[in-house]
């Protein structure tokens, strides 16, 4: 029985999508079955910052209402063959996803796989609801500003009140990953500290993903940043949040990108 | 601009840490709001609506849970002078009883 993820956070644009695929990546890289679904129906993008998008030929609503086998409309990764793709459907009609639907594919995915990492879509409707609602564990992705942290401070109410944990008085397991962090200006006071984002959702702390162009180069190429450039400073911190997910003990650092000494003269960019 | 705001470091993180902790304290209070509140407001609404008149909004309700009290906090803004503050529910009032 594998255990299943949501990839949350209110808010739009924070790395939701960039973070399950390098989670996902991360997690079938150490040898774990995995499997992520999208949850945005009508505006999927986990297939194309995968590299998937030309591989598509069924998704989640076709395999929700029977028309195709689970089996069918999973993509397996050309890269990681224990890392598997159940693409959002890109058709309008998210009436077509049920609840009883939904819980009955995430089951059968629990079946398959170690690790089922939902990937939840923007909001707090119906969709953002779908995604959590069978999730053990959940991961807050916030970044260090205030309308991120405001709604990861609503999203955590509902993951407390929302799921089928919580409906049977159980807990769902939350986690913060921070991403988007610049630790210079957080050090000149210009940006939220971790530890104030800590303080004030008093969630743990899954990881720290630096701010980096690494992130951008990886999607350009359609490849999770921990495939694309498994060195660069946000694949080693998801390498870590990866590890912290499989119950390891790793300390959190914010890896930096190593810069030659043109890159450290000319590096840095006007705020 | 003078020379000390070129070294004057722009704090603005400790101003975003603050307004989040006092916003999201009144967002989890509404947000997490209980019938049992609700009912309580409505009914101590009407009780001071029987001697002086209120919005509905003057009369703010919240509580706070702890590990081994909870408090309940009743904030009634009272117009200044409440016997001219708008039309009475009750045409024959009673005089508010001194406390």
């Known amino acids: 029985m594998g255990k299943v993820l949501v990839v949350t956070s209110g808010k739009g644009g924070v790395g939701k999508t ?131 942290v405001r709604d990861s401070d609503r999203i955590i109410g509902m993951l407390d009140s929302k799921t089928l944990k919580a409906e049977r008085s159980e807990q769902v397991e939350k986690h913060l990953l921070v991403t988007r962090y610049d630790p210079n200006r957080a050090t000149r006071n210009e940006m939220l500290k971790v530890d104030d984002v800590l303080e004030i959702l008093s969630i743990p702390l899954l990881g720290i993903i630096p701010e980096s162009e690494e992130v951008l180069r990886a999607s350009n190429m359609g490849s999770p940043v921990t495939l694309n450039n498994p060195d660069s400073a946000p694949a080693r911190a998801y390498f870590d949040a990866a590890r912290r997910l499989k119950g390891e003990e790793v300390d959190v650092v914010v890896p930096l990108d190593r810069k030659g000494l043109i890159g450290r003269l000319f590096g840095r960019r006007v705020a | ?68 009290v909870s408090t309940l906090e009743i904030d009634v803004e009272v117009p200044f002078d409440p016997t001219k503050a708008g039309p009475r529910p009750d045409p024959k009032p009673s005089v508010p009883a001194s406390a």
Request: charged residues 25%; negative net charge; aromatic residues 2%.
């Open chain 1, 18 to 148: 960039t973070s399950t695929a390098a989670l996902g990546a991360a997690l079938a890289r150490s040898g774990e079955n995995v499997v992520v679904i999208d949850f945005d129906v009508g505006l999927r993008n986990l297939d194309l910052v995968m590299g998937a998008e030309r591989r598509v030929v069924f998704d989640l609503i076709n395999v929700v209402q029977g028309d195709a086998k689970l089996a069918q409309a999973l993509i397996r990764d050309k890269r990681i063959d224990t890392l598997s793709l159940l693409p959002a459907s890109q058709t309008r009609d998210k009436d077509a996803l049920t609840n009883e639907g939904v819980d009955k594919v995430v089951a059968e995915a629990r079946e398959k796989f170690d690790w089922v990492i939902c990937d939840s879509p923007a909001g707090i409707e119906r969709g953002a609801l779908l995604a959590m609602r069978n999730a053990d564990v959940a991961i807050v992705v916030t970044n260090p500003e205030v309308s991120s």
């Open chain 2, 1 to 68: 601009m003078n020379l000390m705001s070129l070294f004057r470091k722009s704090s603005s993180a400790p101003v975003a840490r603050d307004r989040l902790q006092v916003l999201l304290a009144h967002e989890r209070s509404v947000i997490g709001k209980s019938d049992l509140l609700a009912t309580l407001q409505e009914e101590i609404l009407a009780v001071i609506a029987k001697h002086i008149t209120v919005e509905r909004e003057a009369v703010q309700i919240k509580m706070d849970r702890g590990a081994s």
